[in-house]
């Protein structure tokens, strides 16, 4: 039997690190990002697991999700012990305040961090709703969208979205007799591009600035395979799904 899992932002950063760690023989995964990663082929076929990479822009999400959904009832679900939705892709606009944002640059956080997850939801719930093999959505939010910062308010308000949209859809399945299990996860401060950002922001529209640099300085980020080997975890225990909104940290 194969565990099938769809996983979002796959080339780079945490998304690259779960790909790589999910891996395994018997696993068939489907990684949706703007780039496909040559390396990823090579690691799967040696390890004997299938995957499949599309290029894409999740900005598009409406168009990226009816490929999804197409490409999901073409599936033998009699052929598979689990299906797994991992929306990870995500981007931050430009550190300013609201008033000096770009309306577009807005737009664009906004469809990438809140619209395609919702439309790979639907589309992953829809096409497999009929299916009895126990289904899992993992959403990759953030503390920010629990805790608000200056300059971050597409970021802010796409992942508090996140979080409330998964608690809308956790009282949805809960209602199904095999409903998914569903969660919205903040896995923690980690060494990503983003940080990266975060730390070069100017200080004069970035309020946060001197947080996220004493954080790097005092080796408070977590690798990014750690924070997948932690996000896999908790996607993998018992009781994944008993609560809608999580943090890897507890």
């Given at each position: 039997m ?18 790589q ?5 018997g ?7 703007r ?8 690691q ?5 697991a ?10 598009e ?7 999804l ?8 679900a ?22 000096d944002?770009?309306?577009a640059?807005l ?12 439309q790979?939801?639907t ?6 709703r ?15 969208g ?21 608690r809308c ?5 809960a209602?199904l ?11 923690g ?7 990266v ?31 997948a ?22």
């Amino acid at each position: 039997m194969q565990s099938l899992t769809i996983l979002t932002g796959a080339s780079r950063g945490m998304g690259l690190a779960i790909a790589q760690q999910l891996l395994q023989p018997g696993a068939v995964l489907l990684c949706i990002s703007r780039q496909r990663n040559h390396a990823l082929q090579a690691q799967a076929e040696a390890a004997g697991a299938v995957l499949e990479q599309w290029s894409a822009d999740l900005a598009e999400g409406a168009a990226v999700a009816r490929l999804l959904g197409n490409w999901l009832r073409e599936r033998d679900a009699a052929a598979l012990a689990s299906a797994t939705l991992i929306n990870n892709a995500g981007m931050i606009s430009p550190l300013v305040a609201l008033r000096d944002s770009d309306p577009a640059a807005l737009a664009q956080a906004l469809r990438v961090g809140l619209e395609a997850p919702m439309q790979l939801c639907t589309a992953f719930l829809d096409a497999t709703r009929d299916w009895t093999v126990p289904r899992k959505v993992l959403n990759i939010s953030s503390g920010l969208g629990r805790r608000a910062m200056a300059s971050s308010a597409a970021y802010c308000a796409a992942k508090a979205g996140m979080d409330h949209f998964t608690r809308c859809l956790a009282l949805e399945e809960a209602a199904l007799p095999h409903g998914a299990k569903v969660c919205s996860l903040a896995p923690g401060v980690i060494a990503t591009d983003m940080q990266v950002q975060l730390r070069s922001a100017d200080p004069a529209h970035f309020p946060d600035l001197a947080t996220f640099q004493g954080l790097h300085a005092g080796g408070q980020l977590s690798s990014a395979e750690d924070a997948a080997r932690r996000v896999l975890a908790y996607l993998y225990r018992p009781a994944f799904g008993q609560d809608a909104v999580g943090d890897v940290r507890g």
